[in-house]
């Protein structure tokens, strides 16, 4: 019998390809990305989780409940946890499924796919175990298809964030005006702050009843239009968002620590890539 973890991570993945369905429609005017392109986005992503950092492929952040995996540092919980953050390990094994990519044996042969780890001192005791090594390989040897995974939940992010959105044609206009600016670094803004921070529509991920995904970042920007650069304006609206966070988090959280490190990778989203104007 099919463990309901899994029927529900499948019923998600398929929820993913229809809403990805219907962003085609929505999204109509978003550039279309080079090979060249999302290689790039996918070596910028790496970058900002990892530093191209191949052992932080698996990683578990000191102060959080679970671990982080991959070059977009997805989310894996174990039976039974429930956090306020969007699960998104278990869709992506999903992905490479449909992608006809093998994922290891023993993670595909666990009840429910999930994660094996009690702790975060358990996680890192096995760095070294042999069960430890082949997930890092196995990641790192398929970041492009992460890469491909992570493009696509962008693109299926756009029906949820209309439907959740006060003003759903000006929240689809600034979508589609960023991301055909400077291009590919408004796709990339888009791409990078969904899998970094969420779409903002899940009322779970929210502090003090304030969300902080892409949802409120182009809320905020419809409200402080300016005449900065759009990208400008962007990070800049991602910067009060997450400062906003931060201050609403709980204390014991200390999202403090993580200031300069979100700022900085949203600093990244105002600047062309190498070999660009």
């Not at 229809?18 to 080079?34: E, H, K, T, V």
């Not at 992503?45 to 959080?64: K, Q, R, V």
């Not at 791409?191 to 970042?217: A, C, H, M």
């Not at 962007?234 to 200390?254: E, K, Q, W």
């Amino acid at each position: 019998m099919e463990h309901p973890v899994t029927r529900f991570c499948s019923f998600a993945f398929t929820l993913l390809i229809l809403l990805y369905g219907c962003a085609q429609q929505s999204g109509q005017n978003l550039p279309r990305l080079s090979n060249a392109d999302s290689a790039w986005i996918g070596e910028r992503i790496f970058a900002n989780e990892c530093n191209l950092n191949i052992p932080c492929l698996t990683s578990w952040n000191m102060g959080e409940d679970f671990p982080s995996l991959g070059i977009g540092h997805f989310i894996w919980y174990r039976e039974n946890q429930r956090e306020a953050f969007v699960e998104s390990f278990p869709l992506l094994l999903e992905f490479y499924e449909q992608r006809a990519v093998d994922i290891p044996i023993w993670i595909s042969e666990r009840p429910g796919r999930d994660s094996p780890w009690r702790s975060r001192e358990e996680f890192l005791a096995e760095q070294d175990s042999v069960r430890m090594q082949e997930l890092r390989n196995f990641l790192n040897n398929t970041r492009q298809i992460q890469v491909e995974f992570i493009i696509q939940r962008m693109h299926a992010s756009l029906p949820s964030l209309l439907a959740a959105a006060e003003h759903p044609e000006k929240i689809e206009s600034l979508f589609h005006e960023i991301a055909n600016s400077s291009t590919p670094v408004g796709m990339y803004a888009l791409i990078d702050y969904i899998n970094f921070k969420g779409d903002g529509t899940s009322p779970s991920e929210r502090y003090q009843g304030e969300g902080w995904g892409l949802l409120q970042v182009l809320e905020h920007m419809l409200e402080n239009r300016s005449t900065a650069p759009l990208m400008t304006q962007f990070a800049d609206s991602a910067r009060l968002v997450l400062s906003r966070r931060i201050d609403n988090a709980p204390p014991d959280r200390g999202e403090e620590r993580w200031r300069l490190g979100w700022n900085n990778r949203i600093a990244t989203y105002e600047v062309a890539p190498s070999g660009r104007s």
